[in-house]
């Protein structure tokens, strides 16, 4: 370690920051061979926190010795061995379940504490880790799922996010952050990496310096979603991408030793942004990066919400890709494996996850495409989805979680294919499902939020119920969905929704997006709507 | 032990309510104790729901009561 805890004497500390002084997360991986050893039970509560380190959450029942485990997946690209170990680990530890996070990580659920290390092993001999999957470091780097093959990316970013990944992972320098910090490095003109929801993103720029156009980055802090969601505020510096780590480094040095320790609520590095100003913000990053020049062109032009379905040809001549719907992002193990087989007989091996939850194979050459279709698996995992399944995200839901307070996968996956039975629309509609305050789900950029609750019914029991939100985006910068008033009974949250979005239908313009809909009636005009609808119903 | 935060909707407008306790449905009858001991006037009620729960710790734990803002 090469650093000074600035930090350790001059502020009042949180339980957690006093328990990281003395000891740092990641020796958490020392530790667990003897927990495994020693049983579930020898578990000291207090240490809890430090599984994190090692992306590992206890799972709710809290007291069965089981673990939600997630893998990082940088810019979301895996490759065949990757994939398969995934694959047989799922099969192996997690029974049969995958789930892709909206971090294009892969988590693993009901892994039990003997079998980490195991796991551990696995991973690490594929070059994959669990390490500061989760805990207060630097979480996986998000970014653009087709990196180096997209027609639509300025550049590639893989070097970059290689670069980055390498750089902070298991760094001691920075295994002690205040809270989580998450990392985008895009350079897709649709902006693939979501960078304003992230504390620290690289969007794509271009910039005259001395009489030659430059590729690089715009950059952007301080964003997140969380139950007090803020969107990035913009550097105003333009970084080539040999650039990129001094600036990454520097972001999260002043994160390190300036972020708030004494609350952890308080704690994301968008609170010290909204303090200091941006203008602070940038001129402390200077003083640790030097001169950089002024932000260039923003080449951003506009928003996919992390969808890539259907059969696409890459940048690379007579090569495609396809992006595959994988409902809420749950998919048992066998069909990863297949998947993964299939992305070595047609592509080259890789498989790309996606922050939609879904996946995608790459490189498939032309003359192959059309064969590879046709396998049944396209039937389950179609890579022309529903409009509503197919755009439908969940969290993880009461089913694991112990901040939920209501399911989430299954019951998203339930609406959505009713409503690709039941309302035949022209457009996909971005319907997010999360269980509680928190944003697991982003429910805040989704065009319709499902938020969960739980309501008082006749006979004084609490039962599963819903919040509406709409109008969430990414496009020029960000908007969070807005919600509507009346908390909708599980019983009739599919009927209310279809009833919502056949007026949607019968009243939209041809090709008008659900966003563009709502701001032109008006989220008042949609309230009285929802109203009307639920008269209608028995909630 | 946990802490629950409710909304509770009357014709008059909304009340914050927190609660500590074992579990929600113990939770919602501390609802309803605070709501009969401290107004004297009983509102009508159109409906109580939970929105928010967390573990108490050593430390303690809160809800800041504020009205929520559009997206929350």
């Known amino acids: 370690m090469s650093y000074e805890k600035v930090w350790a004497d001059n502020q009042k500390l949180n339980k957690n920051e006093i328990s990281k002084l003395k000891k740092d997360g990641l020796t958490i991986f020392d530790d667990i ?45 895996l490759s065949d061995e990757q994939a398969v170990t995934l694959a047989k680990i799922g099969h192996d530890y997690g029974r049969d379940v995958l789930d892709i996070t909206t971090r294009q990580s892969i988590q693993f659920h009901w892994v039990p504490l003997e079998k980490l290390t195991e796991i551990f092993d696995r991973l690490k001999k594929v070059d994959l880790t669990t390490s500061e999957a989760e805990g ?90 969380a139950a007090k969601p803020y969107l990035a505020d913009a550097l105003n510096v333009f970084v080539v991408p040999d650039q990129v780590i001094k600036v990454a480094e520097a972001v999260t040095t002043i994160y390190r030793d300036f972020g708030y320790r004494k609350s952890r609520a308080r704690a994301r590095l968008k609170y010290l942004v909204a303090d200091w100003g941006i203008s602070k913000f940038e001129e402390k990053v200077l003083e640790l990066t030097g001169p950089l020049p002024a932000a260039g062109h923003d080449e951003i032009s506009g928003w996919n919400g992390g969808f890539f379905f259907g059969a696409h040809p890459q ?20 069909d990863f494996l297949r998947i993964a087989e299939l992305a070595r007989t047609y592509g080259n091996g890789e498989l790309r996850t996606v922050s939609s939850q879904n996946l995608i194979i790459p490189n498939i050459p032309d003359q192959v495409l059309d064969e590879l279709l046709t396998d049944n698996i396209f ?83 609490l039962v599963d119920a819903y919040e509406l939100f709409v109008g969430g985006t990414l496009i020029g910068g960000g908007h969070f969905n807005e919600r509507l008033k009346g908390r909708i009974r599980a019983s009739v949250i599919s009927d209310v929704l279809k009833e919502f979005l056949i007026y949607f239908k019968n009243e939209k313009e041809k090709g008008e997006t659900f966003f563009e809909f709502k701001n032109r009636l008006g989220t008042e005009k949609l309230q009285v709507v929802l109203d009307a609808i639920l008269e209608n119903f028995d909630n | 032990m946990k802490l629950f935060r409710f909304i509770v909707s009357t014709e008059e407008g909304e009340l914050p309510v927190i609660a500590a306790a074992e579990s929600e449905e113990a939770a919602l009858q501390v609802v309803d104790q605070e709501i009969q001991h401290n107004l004297l006037i009983q509102p009508k009620i159109r409906d109580v729901v939970l929105i928010e729960k967390k573990g108490i710790k050593k430390s303690g734990a809160g809800y800041l009561i504020q009205p929520r803002k559009s997206y929350e």
Not at chain 1, 140 to 157: C, W
């Open chain 1, 33 to 77: 061979p003897h927990y495994a050893k020693a049983g579930f039970e020898s578990i000291p509560k207090d240490q809890y926190m430090y599984f994190k380190y090692a992306g590992l959450t206890v799972q709710k029942p809290q007291d069965k010795g089981l673990f939600m485990l997630r893998v990082k997946v940088p810019t979301g690209i």
């Open chain 1, 136 to 225: 207060d470091a630097p979480r996986n780097v998000v970014g653009n799922p087709l990196a180096g093959i997209d027609p639509n990316e300025l550049f590639d970013t893989r070097p970059v996010v290689e670069e980055i990944y390498r750089f902070f992972q298991d760094n001691p320098d920075f295994s002690n952050l205040p809270r989580k910090y998450k990392i985008s490095v895009n350079a897709n003109i649709f902006n693939a990496g979501q960078a304003e929801i992230n504390d620290l993103a690289f969007t794509p720029a271009t910039k005259v310096i001395d009489g030659q156009k430059r590729l690089g980055f715009n950059v952007k802090v301080g964003g997140g979603l």
């Open chain 1, 315 to 334: 940048k690379q001549k007579g090569l495609n890709y396809i992006g595959i719907s994988v409902p809420v992002g749950r998919i048992h193990s066998d």
């Open chain 1, 379 to 461: 039937k389950k995992f179609p890579i022309h989805p529903a409009h509503f399944t197919g755009y439908a995200m969940a969290c993880t839901g009461d089913e694991f979680c112990n901040k939920a307070l209501t399911n989430t996968k299954d019951r998203m996956e339930e609406i959505a294919a009713r409503l690709d039975r039941e309302v035949d629309l022209d457009v996909p509609v971005r319907i997010y499902m999360v269980g509680c305050t928190n944003s697991c789900g982003q429910r805040q950029i989704a065009d319709i939020g499902i938020q969960g609750l739980k309501l008082r019914a006749e006979n004084n029991q």
